[in-house]
């Protein structure tokens, strides 16, 4: 996390006239299997799409809250970066999209069995949504019922 010294004056007034949320309780649901046992799925707030899918549209006042579906086999280079925000320095995760996408470590989980499996589809959505309230009340509960059909055990949240 950078100190706000680090941004541009737009952006450090923007932070601090933010009405950030606060959640209380924040929503926890403890593990009830071993991680060995469990199926697992990503879900990064990168904006990742696949050569094939729509960008996110950058247009949308307060952020497009829409999600893509990247499939398990997907090969990480093929993943392209459509975060909107230019707070932050893009160049990490576009020389590897592991830092917010990390499949391949996954993979590497599951062949050392420190994981049950990897869940056939991971979910991306946009970061940087500064009006969150249809993520929350449409977006997010759509996200959580495909993984629950598809019987994931626990998601890896890889925010940015």
């Not at 932070?15 to 924040?26: F, K, V």
Request: charged residues 25%.
């Amino acid at each position: 996390m950078g100190e706000l010294k680090e941004f541009s004056i737009t952006v450090r007034a923007f932070l601090m006239a933010y009405p950030w949320r606060r959640i209380d309780p924040i929503p926890w649901t403890p593990l009830i299997k071993k991680l060995a046992q469990c199926r697992l799925a990503l879900i990064s707030s990168a904006g990742f799409v696949l050569p094939e899918q729509a960008p996110f549209d950058e247009t949308i006042k307060g952020g497009d809250v829409s999600f893509r579906e990247i499939p398990s086999d997907a090969h990480v280079s093929s993943l392209i970066e459509t975060h909107r925000s230019d707070s932050f320095d893009h160049s990490g995760i576009n020389a590897d999209p592991n830092l917010a996408f990390p499949i391949d470590r996954v993979r590497e989980l599951s062949e050392q069995r420190s994981i049950g499996s990897i869940n056939r589809r991971h979910l991306s959505f946009m970061g940087s949504i500064t009006a969150p309230g249809r993520l929350v009340k449409e977006s997010a509960p759509a996200m959580a019922s495909l993984l629950r059909e598809d019987g994931v055990d626990a998601a890896l949240l890889v925010p940015v």
